[in-house]
């Protein structure tokens, strides 16, 4: 079983940037198709962005196009989340999963808080 641990997160101002980080253990990544979601405080948990197995495909959700990056490193077994020209919106607990057994992201991180400051 494979778990999940995120780093990365913190306070900055609008207009500046973190990297996430989602290291791996108990198993490798190699083969998961991985992504990161976030949850703002009395919001629904949304969807960020996702990556492919082998980092050949990603996609992302519109508020977020251009400013975010997700990639991978399977050697290293870890995924990222390099975040640029932050918002205050961006505000909230953002954590990386893996789907592992099929469609579904059925493995879950605990979470890192991103606090953007206006």
């Known amino acids: 079983q494979v778990q999940l641990v995120e780093s990365g997160g913190g306070l900055v101002q609008a207009g500046g940037s973190l990297r996430l980080s989602c290291a791996a253990s108990g198993r490798t990544l190699s083969s998961y198709r991985m992504g990161w979601f976030r949850q703002a405080p009395g919001k629904e948990r949304e969807f960020v962005a996702r990556?492919?197995?082998?980092?050949?495909?990603?996609y992302y959700t519109n508020s977020v196009k251009g400013r975010f990056t997700i990639s991978r490193d399977n050697a290293k077994n870890t995924v990222y989340l390099q975040m640029e020209s932050l918002k205050p919106e961006d505000t909230a607990v953002y954590h990386c999963?893996?789907?592992?057994?099929?469609?579904?992201?059925?493995?879950w991180g605990q979470g890192t808080q991103v606090t953007v400051s206006s």
């Open positions: 999963a893996a789907a592992t057994r099929g469609y579904d992201y059925d493995t």
């Open positions: 990556i492919s197995w082998n980092g050949g495909s990603t």
